[in-house]
Protein backbone atom coordinates (compact mmCIF):
# COMPACT_ATOMS: atom_id res chain seq x y z
CA UNK A 1 0.00 0.00 0.00
CA UNK A 2 1.10 3.42 -1.09
CA UNK A 3 1.02 5.39 2.67
CA UNK A 4 1.66 8.51 0.31
CA UNK A 5 -1.43 8.70 -1.39
CA UNK A 6 -3.76 7.83 1.73
CA UNK A 7 -1.81 10.06 4.04
CA UNK A 8 -0.54 13.10 1.79
CA UNK A 9 0.88 14.66 4.92
CA UNK A 10 3.96 12.26 4.03
CA UNK A 11 4.06 14.59 0.53
CA UNK A 12 4.64 17.53 2.21
CA UNK A 13 5.73 17.52 6.13
CA UNK A 14 9.02 16.34 5.72
CA UNK A 15 10.15 19.07 3.47
CA UNK A 16 8.14 21.52 5.63
CA UNK A 17 9.71 24.90 5.99
CA UNK A 18 10.15 27.74 8.15
CA UNK A 19 9.41 30.23 5.74
CA UNK A 20 6.08 28.26 4.47
CA UNK A 21 5.34 28.02 8.38
CA UNK A 22 5.05 31.94 8.69
CA UNK A 23 3.22 31.63 5.57
CA UNK A 24 1.11 29.49 7.38
CA UNK A 25 0.33 31.05 10.16
CA UNK A 26 0.02 34.46 8.74
CA UNK A 27 -3.04 32.56 6.97
CA UNK A 28 -4.42 30.91 9.83
CA UNK A 29 -4.42 34.06 11.79
CA UNK A 30 -6.48 35.64 9.55
CA UNK A 31 -9.32 32.67 8.33
CA UNK A 32 -9.27 32.41 12.27
CA UNK A 33 -11.04 35.72 12.76
CA UNK A 34 -13.01 35.21 9.56
CA UNK A 35 -14.03 31.85 10.78
CA UNK A 36 -15.32 32.47 13.97
CA UNK A 37 -18.63 34.18 13.71
CA UNK A 38 -19.11 32.04 10.09
CA UNK A 39 -18.97 28.83 13.10
CA UNK A 40 -21.14 30.66 15.19
CA UNK A 41 -23.56 31.73 12.45
CA UNK A 42 -23.70 28.54 10.16
CA UNK A 43 -24.65 26.61 13.36
CA UNK A 44 -27.77 29.01 14.42
CA UNK A 45 -29.15 28.56 10.39
CA UNK A 46 -28.60 24.87 11.01
CA UNK A 47 -30.73 25.31 14.49
CA UNK A 48 -27.88 24.36 16.05
CA UNK A 49 -26.24 25.74 19.63
CA UNK A 50 -23.56 28.30 18.33
CA UNK A 51 -20.91 26.07 19.98
CA UNK A 52 -21.12 23.18 17.51
CA UNK A 53 -20.10 25.77 14.86
CA UNK A 54 -16.79 26.26 16.76
CA UNK A 55 -16.63 22.70 17.62
CA UNK A 56 -17.06 21.88 13.68
CA UNK A 57 -14.27 23.77 13.42
CA UNK A 58 -11.55 22.29 15.05
CA UNK A 59 -10.74 18.41 15.05
CA UNK A 60 -11.97 18.84 11.33
CA UNK A 61 -9.31 20.96 10.38
CA UNK A 62 -6.54 18.87 11.84
CA UNK A 63 -7.98 15.56 10.40
CA UNK A 64 -8.04 17.12 6.45
CA UNK A 65 -4.79 18.74 6.85
CA UNK A 66 -3.79 15.12 7.09
CA UNK A 67 -5.47 13.08 4.90
CA UNK A 68 -6.76 16.43 2.29
CA UNK A 69 -4.93 16.99 -0.85
CA UNK A 70 -5.78 20.93 -1.48
CA UNK A 71 -3.31 22.91 0.40
CA UNK A 72 -5.43 25.81 0.48
CA UNK A 73 -9.12 24.73 0.91
CA UNK A 74 -10.69 25.65 4.42
CA UNK A 75 -12.88 23.03 5.43
CA UNK A 76 -15.30 23.49 8.18
CA UNK A 77 -19.74 24.88 8.69
CA UNK A 78 -21.06 26.08 5.79
CA UNK A 79 -24.68 27.78 4.29
CA UNK A 80 -25.57 25.01 1.89
CA UNK A 81 -24.48 22.21 4.10
CA UNK A 82 -26.18 23.84 6.95
CA UNK A 83 -29.67 24.44 5.42
CA UNK A 84 -28.91 20.58 4.40
CA UNK A 85 -28.74 19.91 7.94
CA UNK A 86 -31.69 22.07 9.35
CA UNK A 87 -33.78 20.70 6.59
CA UNK A 88 -33.27 17.12 7.27
CA UNK A 89 -33.57 17.29 11.11
CA UNK A 90 -36.76 19.57 11.02
CA UNK A 91 -39.30 16.85 10.78
CA UNK A 92 -37.27 14.72 13.71
CA UNK A 93 -36.95 17.10 16.25
CA UNK A 94 -37.20 20.49 17.87
CA UNK A 95 -34.27 22.92 16.93
CA UNK A 96 -31.98 22.98 19.71
CA UNK A 97 -32.97 20.20 21.50
CA UNK A 98 -30.86 17.11 22.20
CA UNK A 99 -32.43 15.40 20.14
CA UNK A 100 -31.94 17.42 17.58
CA UNK A 101 -28.56 18.08 18.45
CA UNK A 102 -27.90 14.03 18.09
CA UNK A 103 -29.17 13.91 15.05
CA UNK A 104 -27.06 16.68 13.44
CA UNK A 105 -24.20 14.71 15.17
CA UNK A 106 -25.15 11.55 12.95
CA UNK A 107 -25.76 12.93 9.94
CA UNK A 108 -21.84 14.41 10.56
CA UNK A 109 -20.66 10.65 11.38
CA UNK A 110 -23.11 9.48 8.31
CA UNK A 111 -21.97 11.64 5.79
CA UNK A 112 -18.04 11.20 6.80
CA UNK A 113 -18.39 7.42 6.40
CA UNK A 114 -20.14 7.48 3.24
CA UNK A 115 -17.61 9.83 1.64
CA UNK A 116 -15.44 7.72 3.33
CA UNK A 117 -16.12 4.39 1.94
CA UNK A 118 -16.54 5.97 -1.52
CA UNK A 119 -13.14 7.40 -1.35
CA UNK A 120 -11.36 3.95 -0.50
CA UNK A 121 -13.82 2.48 -3.41
CA UNK A 122 -12.24 5.44 -5.76
CA UNK A 123 -16.26 6.69 -6.48
CA UNK A 124 -15.38 9.97 -7.08
CA UNK A 125 -17.05 10.67 -10.40
CA UNK A 126 -20.31 10.06 -9.23
CA UNK A 127 -19.83 13.51 -8.18
CA UNK A 128 -20.21 14.01 -12.29
CA UNK A 129 -23.98 13.15 -12.40
CA UNK A 130 -24.69 16.42 -10.48
CA UNK A 131 -24.68 18.49 -14.07
CA UNK A 132 -23.35 22.03 -13.78
CA UNK A 133 -26.76 23.52 -14.02
CA UNK A 134 -28.32 21.16 -11.51
CA UNK A 135 -25.73 22.78 -8.90
CA UNK A 136 -25.61 26.00 -10.26
CA UNK A 137 -29.55 25.87 -9.57
CA UNK A 138 -29.82 24.07 -6.33
CA UNK A 139 -27.01 26.40 -4.78
CA UNK A 140 -29.05 29.74 -5.82
CA UNK A 141 -32.17 28.48 -4.74
CA UNK A 142 -30.55 27.74 -1.63
CA UNK A 143 -28.78 31.25 -1.16
CA UNK A 144 -32.67 32.65 -1.53
CA UNK A 145 -33.60 30.15 1.17
CA UNK A 146 -31.17 30.98 3.36
CA UNK A 147 -30.90 34.59 3.10
CA UNK A 148 -35.03 34.45 3.68
CA UNK A 149 -34.91 32.29 6.89
CA UNK A 150 -32.05 35.15 8.19
CA UNK A 151 -34.93 38.06 8.00
CA UNK A 152 -36.47 36.67 10.91
CA UNK A 153 -33.40 37.77 12.92
CA UNK A 154 -33.54 41.26 11.20
CA UNK A 155 -36.70 41.70 12.72
CA UNK A 156 -36.66 40.35 15.44
CA UNK A 157 -39.21 38.10 15.38
CA UNK A 158 -40.42 34.22 15.44
CA UNK A 159 -40.91 33.11 12.63
CA UNK A 160 -40.29 29.28 10.64
CA UNK A 161 -40.69 27.40 7.74
CA UNK A 162 -38.00 25.20 5.24
CA UNK A 163 -39.26 26.73 2.44
CA UNK A 164 -39.93 30.52 0.62
CA UNK A 165 -43.36 30.03 0.83
CA UNK A 166 -43.79 29.45 4.60
CA UNK A 167 -40.83 31.43 5.20
CA UNK A 168 -42.71 34.26 3.48
CA UNK A 169 -46.41 33.17 5.24
CA UNK A 170 -44.66 33.29 8.91
CA UNK A 171 -42.90 36.53 8.42
CA UNK A 172 -45.96 38.73 7.02
CA UNK A 173 -47.66 37.09 9.94
CA UNK A 174 -44.62 38.72 11.72
CA UNK A 175 -44.34 41.79 11.46
CA UNK A 176 -46.21 43.10 13.98
CA UNK A 177 -43.97 42.57 16.14
CA UNK A 178 -40.85 43.43 14.87
CA UNK A 179 -38.15 44.65 17.24
CA UNK A 180 -36.67 48.32 16.58
CA UNK A 181 -33.09 47.85 18.25
CA UNK A 182 -32.57 44.18 16.35
CA UNK A 183 -33.86 46.21 13.14
CA UNK A 184 -31.34 49.00 13.63
CA UNK A 185 -28.69 46.60 14.79
CA UNK A 186 -29.49 44.38 11.74
CA UNK A 187 -29.60 46.68 9.60
CA UNK A 188 -26.59 49.04 10.63
CA UNK A 189 -24.66 45.73 10.42
CA UNK A 190 -25.42 44.60 7.31
CA UNK A 191 -25.19 48.04 5.61
CA UNK A 192 -21.73 47.81 6.86
CA UNK A 193 -20.89 44.70 4.77
CA UNK A 194 -22.29 45.52 2.03
CA UNK A 195 -20.74 48.39 2.09
CA UNK A 196 -17.45 46.85 3.04
CA UNK A 197 -17.68 44.49 0.36
CA UNK A 198 -17.99 46.66 -2.37
CA UNK A 199 -16.09 50.15 -1.57
CA UNK A 200 -13.91 49.13 1.33
CA UNK A 201 -10.92 47.90 -0.84
CA UNK A 202 -11.07 50.88 -3.02
CA UNK A 203 -11.03 53.30 -0.30
CA UNK A 204 -7.78 50.96 1.52
CA UNK A 205 -6.28 50.81 -1.87
CA UNK A 206 -6.73 54.99 -2.62
CA UNK A 207 -4.86 55.21 0.78
CA UNK A 208 -1.90 53.64 -0.26
CA UNK A 209 -2.81 50.17 1.16
CA UNK A 210 -1.51 47.48 -1.74
CA UNK A 211 -3.92 45.32 -3.39
CA UNK A 212 -3.41 41.92 -1.39
CA UNK A 213 -3.65 43.55 2.21
CA UNK A 214 -6.58 45.66 1.31
CA UNK A 215 -8.61 42.26 0.04
CA UNK A 216 -7.86 40.22 3.15
CA UNK A 217 -8.69 43.54 5.66
CA UNK A 218 -12.44 43.68 3.61
CA UNK A 219 -13.06 39.50 3.33
CA UNK A 220 -12.15 40.30 6.99
CA UNK A 221 -14.13 42.77 7.73
CA UNK A 222 -17.50 40.81 9.27
CA UNK A 223 -15.19 40.70 12.31
CA UNK A 224 -15.45 44.40 12.97
CA UNK A 225 -19.50 44.26 12.59
CA UNK A 226 -19.31 41.38 15.25
CA UNK A 227 -16.91 43.53 17.73
CA UNK A 228 -18.98 46.66 17.12
CA UNK A 229 -22.20 45.11 17.48
CA UNK A 230 -21.58 43.15 20.57
CA UNK A 231 -19.87 46.02 22.35
CA UNK A 232 -23.19 48.40 21.94
CA UNK A 233 -24.70 45.11 22.88
CA UNK A 234 -23.37 44.97 26.27
CA UNK A 235 -22.48 48.53 27.08
CA UNK A 236 -26.39 49.13 26.26
CA UNK A 237 -27.40 46.03 27.48
CA UNK A 238 -30.02 45.82 24.55
CA UNK A 239 -31.09 42.34 25.68
CA UNK A 240 -33.57 44.42 28.02
CA UNK A 241 -34.53 45.73 25.39
CA UNK A 242 -35.50 42.80 23.38
CA UNK A 243 -32.60 42.07 21.11
CA UNK A 244 -31.81 38.52 20.96
CA UNK A 245 -28.14 37.51 21.62
CA UNK A 246 -26.37 33.94 21.06
CA UNK A 247 -26.74 33.87 24.90
CA UNK A 248 -24.55 31.49 26.65
CA UNK A 249 -22.02 30.00 25.27
CA UNK A 250 -20.23 26.75 26.75
CA UNK A 251 -16.29 27.62 27.09
CA UNK A 252 -13.86 24.72 26.43
CA UNK A 253 -12.98 21.81 24.11
CA UNK A 254 -15.61 19.76 22.62
CA UNK A 255 -15.60 16.20 24.71
CA UNK A 256 -15.70 13.13 22.47
CA UNK A 257 -19.24 12.39 21.43
CA UNK A 258 -20.89 8.63 20.21
CA UNK A 259 -23.62 8.97 17.73
CA UNK A 260 -26.70 7.29 17.98
CA UNK A 261 -26.99 3.95 17.50
CA UNK A 262 -30.76 4.04 16.90
CA UNK A 263 -31.30 2.23 13.34
CA UNK A 264 -34.51 3.84 12.61
CA UNK A 265 -32.87 7.09 12.84
CA UNK A 266 -30.01 5.92 10.64
CA UNK A 267 -32.59 5.30 7.79
CA UNK A 268 -34.40 7.88 8.31
CA UNK A 269 -30.80 10.19 7.49
CA UNK A 270 -29.82 8.28 5.53
CA UNK A 271 -31.02 9.96 1.77
CA UNK A 272 -29.94 13.37 3.47
CA UNK A 273 -26.48 12.47 4.95
CA UNK A 274 -25.94 11.54 1.15
CA UNK A 275 -26.92 14.46 -0.59
CA UNK A 276 -25.26 16.39 2.11
CA UNK A 277 -21.84 14.38 1.02
CA UNK A 278 -22.35 14.48 -2.37
CA UNK A 279 -23.13 18.29 -2.53
CA UNK A 280 -20.45 19.30 0.16
CA UNK A 281 -18.09 17.08 -2.06
CA UNK A 282 -18.71 19.04 -5.51
CA UNK A 283 -18.71 21.79 -3.96
CA UNK A 284 -15.38 21.18 -2.32
CA UNK A 285 -13.79 19.52 -5.10
CA UNK A 286 -14.62 22.81 -7.23
CA UNK A 287 -13.00 25.23 -4.65
CA UNK A 288 -9.87 23.16 -4.53
CA UNK A 289 -9.22 22.43 -8.13
CA UNK A 290 -9.82 26.23 -8.93
CA UNK A 291 -7.49 27.12 -6.20
CA UNK A 292 -4.69 24.66 -6.77
CA UNK A 293 -4.67 25.38 -10.56
CA UNK A 294 -3.83 29.00 -10.02
CA UNK A 295 -0.55 27.49 -8.64
CA UNK A 296 0.15 24.81 -10.79
CA UNK A 297 -1.01 21.98 -8.11
CA UNK A 298 -3.21 19.24 -8.60
CA UNK A 299 -5.85 17.47 -5.67
CA UNK A 300 -6.97 14.47 -5.85
CA UNK A 301 -11.05 13.75 -5.82
CA UNK A 302 -11.01 10.20 -5.02
CA UNK A 303 -8.68 11.19 -1.55
CA UNK A 304 -10.70 14.18 -1.47
CA UNK A 305 -13.87 11.71 -0.51
CA UNK A 306 -11.67 9.95 1.84
CA UNK A 307 -10.27 13.53 3.41
CA UNK A 308 -13.71 15.02 3.37
CA UNK A 309 -15.06 11.87 5.20
CA UNK A 310 -12.18 11.78 7.80
CA UNK A 311 -13.26 15.22 8.26
CA UNK A 312 -17.16 14.82 8.81
CA UNK A 313 -15.80 11.60 11.27
CA UNK A 314 -13.99 14.29 12.84
CA UNK A 315 -17.06 16.76 13.13
CA UNK A 316 -19.31 13.99 14.35
CA UNK A 317 -17.03 12.96 17.19
CA UNK A 318 -16.60 16.04 18.90
CA UNK A 319 -19.78 17.22 18.81
CA UNK A 320 -19.76 19.24 15.05
CA UNK A 321 -22.05 19.14 12.81
CA UNK A 322 -21.29 18.13 8.78
CA UNK A 323 -18.47 20.20 7.19
CA UNK A 324 -16.88 20.48 3.78
CA UNK A 325 -14.82 23.14 2.30
CA UNK A 326 -16.02 26.86 1.91
CA UNK A 327 -15.60 28.71 -1.01
CA UNK A 328 -15.14 32.24 1.17
CA UNK A 329 -12.32 31.34 3.41
CA UNK A 330 -10.76 29.00 1.23
CA UNK A 331 -9.99 32.12 -1.12
CA UNK A 332 -9.11 34.42 1.68
CA UNK A 333 -6.62 31.67 3.01
CA UNK A 334 -5.19 31.50 -0.67
CA UNK A 335 -5.15 35.44 -0.75
CA UNK A 336 -3.05 35.21 2.61
CA UNK A 337 -0.56 32.85 1.57
CA UNK A 338 -1.08 29.61 2.71
CA UNK A 339 1.08 27.05 1.42
CA UNK A 340 0.25 23.58 3.19
CA UNK A 341 -2.48 22.04 4.85
CA UNK A 342 -0.73 22.89 8.24
CA UNK A 343 -2.65 26.43 8.00
CA UNK A 344 -5.74 24.89 8.60
CA UNK A 345 -4.37 22.79 11.68
CA UNK A 346 -2.93 26.45 12.77
CA UNK A 347 -6.50 28.04 12.23
CA UNK A 348 -8.30 24.59 14.10
CA UNK A 349 -5.55 25.80 17.30
CA UNK A 350 -7.17 29.49 16.99
CA UNK A 351 -10.47 28.73 17.32
CA UNK A 352 -9.49 26.13 19.78
CA UNK A 353 -8.63 29.33 21.57
CA UNK A 354 -11.65 30.86 21.12
CA UNK A 355 -14.02 28.35 22.77
CA UNK A 356 -11.60 29.04 25.95
CA UNK A 357 -11.54 32.40 26.34
CA UNK A 358 -13.86 34.30 24.31
CA UNK A 359 -17.35 32.55 24.47
CA UNK A 360 -18.29 35.04 27.61
CA UNK A 361 -17.67 37.66 24.73
CA UNK A 362 -19.74 35.71 22.51
CA UNK A 363 -22.73 35.44 24.70
CA UNK A 364 -23.28 39.28 24.33
CA UNK A 365 -23.42 39.20 20.00
CA UNK A 366 -26.55 39.78 18.53
CA UNK A 367 -28.18 37.02 16.64
CA UNK A 368 -29.01 39.87 13.67
CA UNK A 369 -25.11 40.84 13.26
CA UNK A 370 -24.56 36.75 12.36
CA UNK A 371 -28.04 36.87 10.15
CA UNK A 372 -27.01 39.74 7.91
CA UNK A 373 -23.35 37.98 7.95
CA UNK A 374 -25.04 34.84 6.74
CA UNK A 375 -27.37 36.76 4.02
CA UNK A 376 -24.21 38.45 2.69
CA UNK A 377 -22.22 35.57 2.40
CA UNK A 378 -24.59 33.81 0.88
CA UNK A 379 -25.58 36.48 -2.05
CA UNK A 380 -22.57 35.72 -3.62
CA UNK A 381 -24.38 31.98 -4.19
CA UNK A 382 -27.12 33.64 -6.08
CA UNK A 383 -26.59 33.72 -10.26
CA UNK A 384 -30.29 34.28 -11.91
CA UNK A 385 -28.43 35.37 -14.43
CA UNK A 386 -27.54 31.60 -14.86
CA UNK A 387 -30.95 30.93 -16.05
CA UNK A 388 -30.74 32.98 -19.17
CA UNK A 389 -27.36 32.48 -19.91
CA UNK A 390 -28.42 28.57 -19.71
CA UNK A 391 -31.90 29.04 -21.24
CA UNK A 392 -29.88 30.54 -24.12
CA UNK A 393 -27.17 27.46 -24.38
CA UNK A 394 -29.67 24.46 -23.93
CA UNK A 395 -32.98 24.35 -23.18
CA UNK A 396 -33.21 20.64 -21.44
CA UNK A 397 -30.14 21.66 -19.40
CA UNK A 398 -32.40 25.19 -18.23
CA UNK A 399 -35.72 23.02 -17.84
CA UNK A 400 -33.79 20.76 -15.46
CA UNK A 401 -31.88 23.75 -14.02
CA UNK A 402 -35.28 25.24 -13.26
CA UNK A 403 -37.13 22.35 -11.71
CA UNK A 404 -34.37 22.72 -9.15
CA UNK A 405 -34.82 25.77 -8.37
CA UNK A 406 -38.53 25.53 -7.94
CA UNK A 407 -38.57 22.91 -6.18
CA UNK A 408 -35.61 23.41 -3.69
CA UNK A 409 -38.04 27.38 -3.09
CA UNK A 410 -40.78 25.87 -3.07
CA UNK A 411 -40.93 22.61 -1.63
CA UNK A 412 -37.47 21.60 -0.14
CA UNK A 413 -34.10 21.72 -0.87
CA UNK A 414 -33.73 17.56 -0.69
CA UNK A 415 -36.95 17.45 -3.18
CA UNK A 416 -34.57 20.26 -4.80
CA UNK A 417 -31.74 18.28 -5.50
CA UNK A 418 -33.15 15.00 -6.18
CA UNK A 419 -35.36 15.98 -9.00
CA UNK A 420 -32.76 18.02 -10.79
CA UNK A 421 -30.42 14.75 -10.56
CA UNK A 422 -32.81 12.71 -11.89
CA UNK A 423 -33.77 15.07 -14.61
CA UNK A 424 -29.49 15.23 -15.90
CA UNK A 425 -29.65 11.46 -15.50
CA UNK A 426 -33.01 11.58 -17.57
CA UNK A 427 -31.95 14.06 -20.28
CA UNK A 428 -28.69 12.26 -20.95
CA UNK A 429 -30.35 8.85 -21.33
CA UNK A 430 -32.46 10.74 -24.08
CA UNK A 431 -30.14 12.72 -25.81
CA UNK A 432 -27.59 9.57 -25.86
CA UNK A 433 -30.42 7.65 -26.97
CA UNK A 434 -31.28 9.38 -30.11
CA UNK A 435 -27.62 9.88 -30.94
CA UNK A 436 -26.79 12.41 -33.99
CA UNK A 437 -25.76 10.39 -37.13
CA UNK A 438 -24.45 12.25 -41.14
CA UNK A 439 -24.17 11.16 -44.00
CA UNK A 440 -20.86 12.40 -44.93
CA UNK A 441 -18.89 12.93 -47.74
CA UNK A 442 -15.52 14.03 -49.20
CA UNK A 443 -14.64 16.91 -49.67
CA UNK A 444 -13.18 17.90 -53.11
CA UNK A 445 -9.24 17.50 -53.48
CA UNK A 446 -8.90 16.33 -50.25
CA UNK A 447 -8.62 13.34 -47.24
CA UNK A 448 -11.79 15.26 -45.18
CA UNK A 449 -15.43 14.08 -45.24
CA UNK A 450 -17.88 16.57 -43.73
CA UNK A 451 -21.72 16.74 -43.41
CA UNK A 452 -23.47 16.48 -46.67
CA UNK A 453 -26.22 18.50 -45.37
CA UNK A 454 -23.65 21.25 -44.44
CA UNK A 455 -20.88 21.93 -47.15
CA UNK A 456 -20.11 20.61 -50.92
CA UNK A 457 -18.70 17.20 -51.03
CA UNK A 458 -18.59 14.33 -53.44
CA UNK A 459 -21.03 11.64 -52.97
CA UNK A 460 -20.76 7.84 -54.66
CA UNK A 461 -24.45 6.65 -55.20
CA UNK A 462 -23.17 3.20 -54.36
CA UNK A 463 -21.30 3.65 -51.28
CA UNK A 464 -22.79 5.71 -48.17
CA UNK A 465 -21.08 6.96 -45.54
CA UNK A 466 -22.90 7.15 -42.23
CA UNK A 467 -20.72 8.94 -39.46
CA UNK A 468 -21.75 8.05 -35.68
CA UNK A 469 -21.50 10.99 -33.18
CA UNK A 470 -21.95 8.71 -29.66
CA UNK A 471 -20.48 5.68 -28.09
CA UNK A 472 -23.43 3.05 -28.60
CA UNK A 473 -24.65 1.13 -25.68
CA UNK A 474 -27.87 -0.21 -24.93
CA UNK A 475 -29.80 2.72 -25.14
CA UNK A 476 -29.21 3.80 -28.55
CA UNK A 477 -28.64 0.60 -29.86
CA UNK A 478 -32.20 0.18 -31.29
CA UNK A 479 -32.01 3.51 -32.92
CA UNK A 480 -28.94 2.94 -34.64
CA UNK A 481 -30.98 -0.12 -36.52
CA UNK A 482 -33.79 1.98 -37.36
CA UNK A 483 -31.65 4.89 -38.78
CA UNK A 484 -29.42 2.15 -41.04
CA UNK A 485 -32.44 0.37 -42.00
CA UNK A 486 -34.09 4.15 -43.49
CA UNK A 487 -30.84 5.19 -44.93
CA UNK A 488 -30.94 1.57 -46.84
CA UNK A 489 -34.48 1.56 -48.27
CA UNK A 490 -34.40 5.20 -49.15
CA UNK A 491 -31.19 4.02 -51.55
CA UNK A 492 -32.15 1.17 -53.06
CA UNK A 493 -28.82 1.16 -55.75
CA UNK A 494 -26.35 1.05 -52.49
CA UNK A 495 -24.20 -1.63 -52.08
CA UNK A 496 -21.75 -0.40 -49.55
CA UNK A 497 -22.50 1.39 -46.35
CA UNK A 498 -19.40 3.04 -44.06
CA UNK A 499 -20.27 2.86 -40.71
CA UNK A 500 -17.09 5.55 -39.44
CA UNK A 501 -17.12 5.90 -36.17
CA UNK A 502 -14.45 8.09 -34.44
CA UNK A 503 -16.56 9.98 -31.65
CA UNK A 504 -17.79 6.04 -30.99
CA UNK A 505 -15.37 5.19 -27.01
CA UNK A 506 -17.34 2.47 -26.19
CA UNK A 507 -19.81 -0.39 -28.06
CA UNK A 508 -21.60 -2.81 -24.95
CA UNK A 509 -23.26 -6.10 -25.53
CA UNK A 510 -26.64 -5.04 -26.91
CA UNK A 511 -25.06 -2.39 -29.32
CA UNK A 512 -22.46 -5.42 -30.52
CA UNK A 513 -25.87 -7.34 -31.15
CA UNK A 514 -27.31 -4.90 -33.32
CA UNK A 515 -24.55 -4.24 -35.37
CA UNK A 516 -24.43 -8.08 -35.86
CA UNK A 517 -28.43 -8.01 -36.71
CA UNK A 518 -27.66 -4.88 -38.96
CA UNK A 519 -24.88 -6.91 -40.77
CA UNK A 520 -27.45 -10.23 -41.48
CA UNK A 521 -29.85 -7.72 -43.01
CA UNK A 522 -27.75 -5.41 -44.84
CA UNK A 523 -26.40 -8.90 -46.31
CA UNK A 524 -30.46 -9.87 -47.26
CA UNK A 525 -30.45 -6.57 -48.59
CA UNK A 526 -27.64 -7.08 -51.39
CA UNK A 527 -25.34 -4.30 -49.34
CA UNK A 528 -21.98 -4.81 -47.53
CA UNK A 529 -21.29 -3.61 -43.89
CA UNK A 530 -17.82 -1.91 -43.18
CA UNK A 531 -16.43 0.32 -40.52
CA UNK A 532 -13.54 2.96 -40.43
CA UNK A 533 -11.81 4.75 -37.59
CA UNK A 534 -12.43 2.61 -35.21
CA UNK A 535 -10.80 2.80 -31.91
CA UNK A 536 -7.95 0.98 -30.74
CA UNK A 537 -9.81 0.18 -27.24
CA UNK A 538 -13.02 -0.88 -29.32
CA UNK A 539 -10.98 -2.78 -31.51
CA UNK A 540 -9.80 -4.85 -28.92
CA UNK A 541 -12.94 -6.04 -27.77
CA UNK A 542 -14.24 -6.79 -30.86
CA UNK A 543 -11.47 -8.74 -31.53
CA UNK A 544 -13.33 -12.37 -32.00
CA UNK A 545 -16.85 -11.52 -31.48
CA UNK A 546 -19.25 -13.16 -34.13
CA UNK A 547 -19.90 -9.55 -36.01
CA UNK A 548 -16.11 -9.73 -37.59
CA UNK A 549 -15.66 -13.32 -38.00
CA UNK A 550 -19.08 -12.88 -39.74
CA UNK A 551 -18.60 -9.13 -41.48
CA UNK A 552 -19.02 -9.16 -45.05
CA UNK A 553 -17.24 -6.14 -45.32
CA UNK A 554 -13.74 -4.69 -44.26
CA UNK A 555 -12.56 -2.88 -41.29
CA UNK A 556 -10.53 0.60 -43.25
CA UNK A 557 -8.34 2.66 -41.04
CA UNK A 558 -9.13 6.01 -42.43
CA UNK A 559 -12.07 7.39 -43.82
CA UNK A 560 -10.31 8.18 -46.70
CA UNK A 561 -8.66 4.51 -47.57
CA UNK A 562 -12.21 3.43 -47.58
CA UNK A 563 -13.21 6.00 -49.81
CA UNK A 564 -10.44 5.13 -51.85
CA UNK A 565 -11.06 1.08 -51.71
CA UNK A 566 -14.85 1.25 -52.69
CA UNK A 567 -15.54 4.15 -54.93
CA UNK A 568 -12.82 2.53 -56.64
CA UNK A 569 -14.12 -0.30 -56.60
CA UNK A 570 -17.31 1.30 -58.32
CA UNK A 571 -16.00 2.54 -60.80
CA UNK A 572 -14.19 -0.38 -61.97
CA UNK A 573 -16.90 -2.47 -62.21
CA UNK A 574 -18.58 0.30 -64.11
Given at each position: ????????I???????????????????????????????????????????G?????????????????????????????????A???P?A?????E????????A?MSG????????????F??????????????????I?????????????????????????????????????????G??????????????????????????????V??????????????????????????R???????????????????G???????????I??????????????L???????????????????????????????????????V??F???A?????G??????I?????????????L??????A???V???????????????????????????????????????????????S?G??????????SA?????????????????N??L????????????????????L???????V??????TD??????????????A??????????????????????????????L????????????????T?????????R?????
Open positions: MNLKRYLPLQWAPAYRRDQATSDLVAALIVTVMLIPQSLAYALLAGLPAQVLYASILPLVIYAVFGTSRTLSVGPVAVASLMTAALALEAGSPYLAGAVLLVLMLTVMGIMRLGLANFLSHPVISGFITASGVIAASQLKHLFGVQASGHNLLEIGRSLVMSLPDTNLPTVLILGALGFLVWSRRYLKPLLKRFGVPARPADITKTAPILAVVVTTLLAWLLQLDAAGVLVGEVPSGLPSLTLPSLDSLWSQLAVSALLSVVGFVESVSVGQTAAKKRQRIDPDQELIGLGTANLGAGLSGGMPVTGGFSRSVNDAGETPAAAYTAVGALATLFLTPAIAWPQATLATIIAVATLIDLPALARTFRYSRTDFGAMLATILLTLMHSVEAGIIAGVTLILFLYRTSRPHVVGRVPGTEHFRNVLRHVECPKVTFLRVDESLYFANARFEETVMDLTRQPELLVLVCPAVNLIDASLESLEAINDRLRDAGVSLHFSEIKGPVMDRKGTELLAHLDGRIFLSYEAWQALTGVAAAA
